[in-house]
Structure formats: C-alpha cells, structure tokens
C-alpha cells in the first residue's frame, strides 16, 4: 500500500513508516517575528501545528510521537515567554482533557515534572489517565526534558539500586539503563526531525537517538504542513541504515 502526497513521486510505503517519530520543534519566536507578533503568538500558532502534525502522523500509522516542546534549558527565557508558554500549556491541556476520547492519542510526558506547577502536573496526570486506555498514536511530550538532566535521574535511581544491593554493579547494562529512563518501554526513535534550519540535537533524547536518521527542515514550526512530514518519511524510507554493519 503506498500514500501518495502532493508531489507525484512522493509515494510511501505504509509497511515500511517508522513507529517512532520524534521532532524538535524549533522557530516559533522567528516566525512571529517576521509577523511583527509577539512570541506568545508564535507559540500559539506552534501549538496549532502540533495538532496538525500529531493527527498525521497518528493517519500514516506511526505508533510513538515524542515532541520537544519544553527543555530544561528554556527557563532562561524572558519571565514573560516563559509564563506565555506555560498558560498555552494548560490550554493545551484543558483542551485535550475535554476532546481525550475523540482523536484517541495515548498522551504520556517525559521530562522531570517537579519544576512545573502544581495545576501543570495535575492537569499532565489527568490527561494520562483518561488517555491510557485509548488505542491511537502515543503522544510523548517532552516538558522540562533535557537528555542529560534524564540520564542524571537514571544514573541516580540505578546507583540507589545497586546501592541497596537490589542488582549488582556488574548487571548494569544497556536493558537496565533504558528501563530507567523517562522512555521505558518505548522503542528508539527511527526518524527524528528538527524545523527552522538548526542543526543540533540541544539535549533532545541523548542516548535514544544513537541510531536515528536525522532529517532537518528550514521550514518555521508554525509553517511545517502534513507534507511536509510526508516528506521527511519519504527521504527516511530512502536511507541505507547500516547500524554499523555490512551489508
Ligand atoms: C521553539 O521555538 C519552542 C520552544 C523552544 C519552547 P523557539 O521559541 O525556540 O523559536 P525560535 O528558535 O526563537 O525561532
Ligand atoms: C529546542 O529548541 C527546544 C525545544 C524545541 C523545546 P531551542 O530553541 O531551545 O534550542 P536552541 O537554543 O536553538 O539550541
Ligand atoms: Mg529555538
């Protein structure tokens, strides 16, 4: 069974989609101001995409979304853009709490949620349980998420372990490690895109995306369109993935 996009050759294979997408989604403050609004809008309109692009990818059959949409580092933002970001986050939210049923995402949060407040973190809870027995995409949204602050959690919470004498130093290996990241459960991303013509990973999924195919977009996040996703499936299906062997 192949899609076929807006271009003609676009044609991709549905057995072969990727079940992980993970994408860093980066250029809303740039794409405001180019409008001359303010960076609030262009998180706005960025939160507009995201429902567009999770719908999508949840149609081409993907299994697993992880979207970036809060790092560890963003609290050096301005107050203002930081608590902009934050009340679009509770919209959000309140949103997806009234509409759970319908689009049928399992929505899951990775990331230390202790630095966000209290009704945040409610609101997060109640969204995954109305959410868990859905049977669509899984939405991993990553809030307060750095790669590096995640693996500090799990090196702790593993060094607890062994220093409790549950498992012995020796065991630790990479099942155990994966086991105790934010991530449990859920396979490596096989396609991780960024917008806005970065090309950096900033402390996104540091040890998940060992293997991943990278594809990066110029195009703003409030401008990236379901073909635009298509297309970056497309040029992942045209990868030669070695994984370090020979073919
Ligand atoms: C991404 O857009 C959203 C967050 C980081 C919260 P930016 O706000 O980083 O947009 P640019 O990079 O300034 O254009
Ligand atoms: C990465 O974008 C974080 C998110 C998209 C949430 P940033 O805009 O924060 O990354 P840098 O500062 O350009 O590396
Ligand atoms: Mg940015």
Same mark, same amino acid.
């Given at each position: 069974?192949?899609?076929?996009?807006?271009?003609?050759?676009?044609?991709?294979?549905?057995?072969?989609?990727?079940?992980?997408?993970?994408?860093?989604?980066?250029?809303?403050?740039?794409?405001?101001?180019?409008?001359?609004?303010?960076?609030?809008?262009?998180?706005?309109?960025? @939160?507009?995409?995201?429902?567009?692009?999770?719908?999508?990818?949840?149609?081409?059959?993907?299994?697993?979304?992880? &979207?970036?949409?809060?790092?560890?580092?963003?609290?050096?933002?301005?107050?203002?853009? &930081?608590?902009?970001?934050?009340?679009?986050?509770?919209?959000?939210?309140?949103?997806?709490?009234k509409k759970c049923k319908k689009d049928n995402?399992? &929505?899951?949060?990775?990331?230390?949620?202790?630095?966000?407040?209290?009704?945040?973190?409610?609101?997060?809870?109640?969204?995954?349980?109305?959410?868990?027995?859905?049977?669509?995409?899984?939405?991993?949204? @990553?809030?307060?998420?750095?790669?590096?602050?995640?693996?500090?959690?799990?090196?702790?919470?593993?060094?607890?372990?062994?220093?409790?004498?549950?498992?012995?130093?020796?065991?630790?290996?990479?099942?155990?490690?994966?086991?105790?990241?934010?991530?449990?459960?859920?396979?490596?991303?096989?396609?991780?895109?960024?917008?806005?013509?970065?090309?950096?990973?900033?402390?996104?999924?540091?040890?998940?995306?060992?293997?991943?195919?990278?594809?990066?977009?110029?195009?703003?996040?409030?401008?990236?369109?379901?073909?635009?996703?298509?297309?970056? &499936?497309?040029?992942?299906?045209?990868?030669?993935?070695?994984?370090?062997?020979?073919?």
């Open positions: 069974m192949f899609f076929k996009g807006d271009k003609e050759e676009l044609a991709i294979d549905a057995e072969r989609v990727p079940k992980h997408i993970a994408i860093i989604m980066d250029g809303n403050g740039r794409w405001a101001k180019k409008r001359g609004l303010s960076r609030k809008m262009g998180h706005k309109a960025g @939160a507009d995409t995201l429902e567009k692009i999770s719908r999508c990818a949840q149609d081409l059959g993907v299994k697993h979304l992880t &979207v970036y949409a809060f790092s560890t580092e963003n609290w050096k933002r301005s107050e203002e853009e &930081v608590s902009a970001i934050m009340d679009l986050l509770r919209k959000y939210l309140d949103e997806h709490i995402f399992r &929505v899951n949060m990775i990331g230390d949620p202790s630095r966000l407040d209290r009704d945040i973190q409610e609101k997060i809870n109640t969204l995954t349980s109305l959410t868990k027995d859905n049977t669509g995409l899984y939405l991993h949204i @990553a809030l307060n998420y750095g790669g590096r602050d995640e693996i500090e959690r799990m090196v702790r919470k593993v060094a607890a372990m062994a220093a409790a004498g549950d498992m012995a130093a020796e065991d630790i290996d990479d099942k155990i490690i994966s086991e105790n990241l934010d991530t449990a459960g859920i396979p490596d991303p096989e396609l991780l895109i960024r917008t806005s013509g970065e090309l950096r990973i900033s402390n996104f999924l540091l040890w998940q995306l060992a293997y991943t195919e990278f594809v990066f977009s110029d195009k703003l996040w409030p401008d990236y369109n379901e073909n635009d996703l298509k297309e970056a &499936v497309y040029n992942y299906q045209n990868r030669d993935r070695r994984f370090g062997g020979r073919k």
